[in-house]
């Protein structure tokens, strides 16, 4: 049941339209895929995935799933060639267009739908996805390995100390910042059980320090896109009215036409009173399907400072035996060698895509991580398979409805008429895991926490 508070706020908020958003309300959440082009294009998922899909007008790739089918036991999941995220939730990174080569940091990134999004529209560029919670940041890592995102650094810091580390560097902030969780009432019931004024206003809080740490990261010209999955004014509106006061190098800027259609626009009031308030957005359920979302969009006037980076690359060099056996491994399993710089993170061996340097502390993950050294040879990883499959030279090719699909994700051993050695493991194309081959059988290397049961 909906709290009474709550519904007298959103008829306030609502007027006329009050009566169409609860019923929209009791209507059962709507079910989002998105298709990740760094493993797939749209029209292959559209092929494999058949009917029961609906596009999504202001997100190219995404579509609402119209049946109750278990997505995440599909190879098409497992290979990273979709996404299950919610359409509201794809309506925010929709809201601009990226340049391929662009630096982006998203603060608040777990589980990290909206990083993966970033990811695929920055192929050339730089993408620092940073979660608070330690636990909640390896939910991140895990979901970029399956997606095969390469060109990412995942950290797990106060949004304080990253402002202390990088100063009018990016192109793009993204602050997708915790929430009262209004907009997820239809899937999240704890949303429900904890609604309170009190919670709003501790989550405003919180909301505008991570704007504040936020300003200074964004490059001068660049832009800062906040979001939020409430109604709540005081956490949105107002929050980026209060912003602006505090920060008048920034100024709202409007979205995508495709995405202004399907949303509504921000809400205007005494407390809401910043040029251009009604040029952010509000996305409701009884407008266009999907949860609750607000969405603003904010640029930084060109104030002439220059982007710096304030610490120093913590990564370090292969020692020579380290080098040699790395070395050896891509010479004898790679037909292209991949694009980066090796490096030492820690105990872990990475390949590094990216010019950024590596961050001091609380670092999760730093490129691709190649794998393990164990006696005197390269493991590779699943990361490693999963980014750069279609490099490798021993490729087993499995397409839908081949028996050898099934087996490979429950773990087992398959046939492939190969040479011997590690070998990746392709569904329709996309790298799905790996494996070492050996007298036409396949050993299975896919992680077994992963694996269908």
Not at 121 to 142: M, Q, T
Not at 252 to 265: G, S
Request: charged fraction near 25%; include cysteine.
């Amino acid at each position: 049941m909906l709290p009474e508070g709550f519904l007298i706020r959103a008829k306030a908020l609502l007027g006329e339209d009050y009566d169409k958003f609860i019923e929209a309300l009791s209507l059962p959440a709507e079910r989002g895929i998105r298709v990740n082009r760094i493993k797939a294009e749209p029209s292959l998922c559209s092929l494999l995935l058949g009917d029961g899909i609906t596009p999504i007008p202001y997100c190219e790739g995404g579509f609402i799933l119209e049946d109750d089918r278990r997505l995440g036991i599909s190879p098409e999941h497992h290979a990273g060639m979709i996404y299950a995220q919610d359409p509201g939730a794809m309506a925010t990174l929709s809201a601009l267009d990226l340049p391929e080569d662009a630096w982006v940091c998203d603060l608040c990134a777990a589980p990290g739908g909206k990083s993966g999004q970033i990811a695929e529209k920055i192929p050339k560029g730089f993408l620092l996805s940073n979660e608070y919670v330690p636990k909640r940041a390896k939910i991140v890592v895990g979901n970029f390995e399956r997606l095969g995102v390469k060109n990412a650094v995942v950290t797990s810091l106060d949004t304080r100390e990253l402002s202390e580390m990088f100063s009018c560097v990016f192109d793009l902030v993204v602050a997708d910042a915790p929430c009262s969780g209004e907009g997820m009432f239809r899937k999240n019931e704890l949303a429900l059980t904890e609604w309170s004024l009190d919670n709003i206003l501790l989550c405003q809080r919180r909301q505008e320090y991570i704007l504040d740490n936020a300003a200074s990261m964004v490059r001068s010209g660049g832009r800062l896109l906040y979001s939020t999955c409430t109604y709540a004014p005081e956490e949105n509106e107002i929050v980026v009215t209060r912003f602006l006061e505090r920060h008048p190098e920034f100024s709202i800027i409007p979205v995508k036409q495709a995405l202004a259609r399907a949303t509504a626009d921000g809400i205007r009031s005494p407390e809401t009173d910043a040029m251009g308030i009604e040029l952010t957005r509000r996305f409701y359920p009884h407008i266009s399907r999907g949860e609750g979302q607000y969405i603003a969009l904010l640029e930084k006037r060109d104030t002439g400072e220059s982007p710096k980076i304030l610490y120093k690359d913590t990564s370090q060099p292969l020692s020579r035996t380290e080098r040699q056996i790395v070395d050896a491994f891509l010479l004898e399993c790679m037909d292209k060698l991949p694009d980066g710089r090796l490096a030492k993170v820690g105990e872990n061996i990475v390949l590094i895509p990216h010019g950024c340097p590596i961050p001091p502390k609380s670092v999760f993950m730093s490129g691709i991580l190649l794998g393990e050294i164990s006696g005197g040879r390269l493991k590779p990883s699943h990361h490693f398979f999963s980014a750069y499959g279609r490099l490798f030279k021993r490729r087993v090719r499995l397409t839908r409805g081949d028996a050898r699909v099934e087996k490979y994700l429950l773990g087992e051993e398959i046939d492939a008429d190969i040479p011997s050695g590690w070998c990746a493991v392709l569904y329709e194309g996309a790298p799905l895991g790996g494996g070492k081959a050996s007298g036409g059988r396949v050993k299975n290397h896919y992680p077994k926490g992963l694996r269908n049961r």
